[in-house]
């Protein structure tokens, strides 16, 4: 079943590809545009509301296409492991890492008692939340040879997916890329991401929102 599931998955991504002619890099994920369009509710100019397939109630099989996406475009990236930052990300993220056969860490928001000290840590400000939290990783999850794809719910302001950069980097280690559920390209991350040379793949662009209306690229 998980054989069948993951090669109608890689055809289905092979002919979209082939009838669009553009690079992997380039393809959209054409089933999260028809959920986002159906389901997504427009709280404001600025935020998405997405809670029947990804942030509250979520669907696996969704989760496991967008793994399929993430796969195909970082699977010559020599990507040691995956990380993703708690909670919406691990949905998306342990469907990921699966396919690519790749461990994955899931950074916490808080400073943990368990994880006691041997921590990096950075502050992020929230943009949905408007406070700032402490994003942690274990040092034990971590070396300088690791080479790390983070991905994400959703790219605004580029806080989270910047924190959790220079987690891996004051390790030692490298980002490989950035792989991003929705990104709001009309908001500052995308583009800030890009300047610092971060390779950043989203599933789905949304170049404009306001109250009851979404606009996606095509
Ligand atoms: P950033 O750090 O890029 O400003 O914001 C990314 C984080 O904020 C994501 O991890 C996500 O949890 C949250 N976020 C940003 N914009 C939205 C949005 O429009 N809808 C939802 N549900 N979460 C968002």
Redesign the pocket.
Known sequence: MYILMKTLEELKLISQHYKRGKEWREVLMESLHKRILEEGIALSE?????DSFL?HQVDPELMYEMGTYFKKYFENHNVTKIFT?ES??IAPTVMTAMQMKLPMVTLKKQGSKILNGDVYQTTVY???KDMNYELTLSKKCINKDDNILII??????????LGAARLVEESGATVAGIGIVIE?SFQK?PQMLKDKGYDVYSLARIVKLSKGNIEIEK
């Open positions: 600025n935020v998405l509301k997405v942030n930052i919406s990300g929230s943009y949905t994400d719910d959703f790219l605004a302001n580029g806080e989270a997916a709001k991350g």
